[in-house]
């Protein structure tokens, strides 16, 4: 007596499925991993090639611009734009590149001058002088006998 099996070999095909759906989720999770990562660089060099414009305003546009160039591109990135006004900077910088490229703006200049606000007024209550029995409140020490 012959028996016929028709799953025969299955278990191979669920796996060779199972596997290809995992390296695709796995290929898409460091895609969008990298684009983070891009993202994030390019942040932080807009920051630091801001602050570095905004540090050498005072040597004219070319030499603070010229120095937010070298401080973005040590940190893998490129300067895309670099405007002074005053002494406030404002640079774009991009990482990356192809589908994984990120642009990012950043500003930098003095803090402004903090206007003067009144204080919050705050709820004064009086303290609780129930005593040590009530357990509540501060513990009193008895009067000592003054000499």
Do not use: K, N
Not at 5 to 21: H, L, Q
Not at 42 to 48: E, I, M, Q, S, W
């Amino acid at each position: 007596m012959r028996r016929r099996y028709t799953d025969r070999g299955s278990a191979t095909v669920w796996s060779v499925g199972a596997i290809g759906v995992l390296c695709a989720v796995f290929g898409v999770l460091l895609g969008l991993g990298q684009a983070v990562v891009v993202r994030h660089r390019a942040a932080g060099a807009a920051d630091l090639a801001a602050l570095a414009a905004a540090d050498h305003w005072a040597e004219g546009t070319a030499a603070a611009c010229a120095r937010a160039d070298r401080v973005a591109r040590v940190q893998g990135a490129r300067l895309t734009r670099c405007v002074i006004v005053g002494d406030v900077s404002d640079v774009t910088t991009a990482s990356g590149g192809g589908p994984f490229g990120a642009e990012v703006r950043a500003r930098a200049g003095p803090a402004a001058p903090a206007r003067a606000e009144p204080a919050p007024a705050r709820a004064v209550t009086a303290p609780d002088h129930r005593g040590p029995a009530s357990g509540v409140g501060p513990r009193r020490e008895p009067p000592s006998a003054a000499p």
